[in-house]
């Protein structure tokens, strides 16, 4: 059984940084997509960072710059360093991972950036 399982999350003041990993397990194929979501208070999930296989990057707006996302397909782990944090960066963090029509999800790392 495939498994997402995150870290890295917790408490800290604007302009700080955090980096978040995610380490997967149980797969035994290779993933196409990954990914790092987040549910900020009072919002829905919205999709934060991306990396495809080749490696190529998409990023919303309000974390370009600031936010990068990286994996290494052969240890199955993605990882979001998060740099310049903001009050509005609040919110469940989640680690999503693709296999083509199949999407597997971790439990969720929280972050608090305090102003």
């Known amino acids: 059984q495939v498994q997402l399982v995150e870290s890295g999350g917790g408490l800290v003041q604007a302009g700080g940084s955090l980096r978040l990993s995610c380490v997967i397990s149980?797969?035994?194929?290779?993933?196409?997509?990954m990914a790092w979501y987040r549910r900020a208070p009072g919002k829905q999930r919205e999709s934060v960072a991306t990396?495809?296989?080749?490696?190529?990057?998409d990023y919303t707006d309000s974390v370009k710059g600031r936010f990068t996302i990286a994996r290494e397909n052969a240890n199955d782990t993605v990882t979001l360093q998060m740099n310049s944090l903001k009050p509005e960066d609040t919110g469940v963090y989640y680690c999503?991972?693709?296999?083509?029509?199949?999407?597997?999800w971790g439990q969720g790392t929280q972050v608090t950036v305090s102003s």
């Open positions: 999503m991972a693709r296999s083509g029509r199949a999407y597997y």
């Open positions: 990396i495809a296989r080749d490696y190529r990057t």
């Open positions: 149980g797969s035994r194929f290779s993933f196409d997509d």
